[in-house]
């Protein structure tokens, strides 16, 4: 059954204790899910990059992803809300997220490195939370604003590593990686006004992933990249698989700020850079931990604690 309406499915989790309320973990929880399966992607990427154009494989990944959620939107959509008023939040989504962010994100590695792209993927938080704080009146005080701090500083020093920066790349390169983590931040609050009035966390991205496919569609024509879909062999279905894992993240980052405060979600979004080391080293065994990845955890953790319980 779709969701019919904000009253009927509600779109904040909270447990009643008389007159007062306590916010559900829920989102937070979700959140941290969404980034380990972002974390996972990480590696499912790196596989198919290797014999394929990143820009056609950013198209097969969110277009795969479009195709996903189209053939179940029977089951979880209903037809009048294509015409619902904040429709065109959704759609502004679609215009940035996932297609520009993941093609700035691409275009960044290619410039100034995967160790400084996936640092300034810390400031995900403060893109998201900012407008949160401004426009929907999220409260943030000194406790929240230390929280995120550490969060924030953890998982930039988690991301870089020794000798793993890039070097000899113009200063304004650098502007690539943060308008990646922009790209991804902004349409946080973005969502969220949609999702107040129309709450359907699958729908909204559905209509994202749809628009972001017709984008990244528009960049492999623009940039004259048609003729690599020719070239594309067995590994591309990596993509394919990268798009259903990126897809069910999307949909939970969605979800957790349907049911939750931006500000609470947003750091623990931005922990992919931890997720990756973690699952490098158990995982795929590609990464040693040491004790500098033991004081990244407790920064990111005691940060976490003072967002949570703030």
Sequence with gaps: MPWRG????????????????????????LALLASLLFALNFYLQRQGLKTNDPVVAAFLSVSTMAAMFWILAPLNVSTTWFSHPSVIYFLLVGLTFPAIAQFLQIVSVGKVGPALTSAFGSLLPMFAA??????????????????????????????????????????????LPVAASAARGLVQPLTKIGLNDLPSPYFATLIASSVSTLVLALIVLGTGRIGQFRALNRTALWFVLVGCVNGAGILLVNTAISLGEITRVAPFVATVPLWVLFLGWLVFRVEKLGPRHIFVVLLVMAGGILVVTR
Excluded at 6 to 20: I, Y
Excluded at 145 to 172: D, E, H, K, Q
Aim: glycine fraction near 16%; aromatic fraction near 10%; proline fraction near 6%.
């Design 6 to 29: 904000r009253n009927e499915c509600g779109s904040v989790l909270r447990l009643s204790t008389g007159r007062k309320t306590v916010t559900s973990y829920l989102p937070i929880g």
């Design 130 to 175: 900012v407008p949160a704080v401004l426009f929907l009146g999220e409260p943030f005080g000194f406790v929240m604003l230390l929280g995120f701090a550490l969060m924030m500083g953890g998982i930039a020093l988690g991301a870089l590593r020794t000798g793993s920066v890039a070097r000899g790349f113009p200063l304004w390169a650098l502007l």
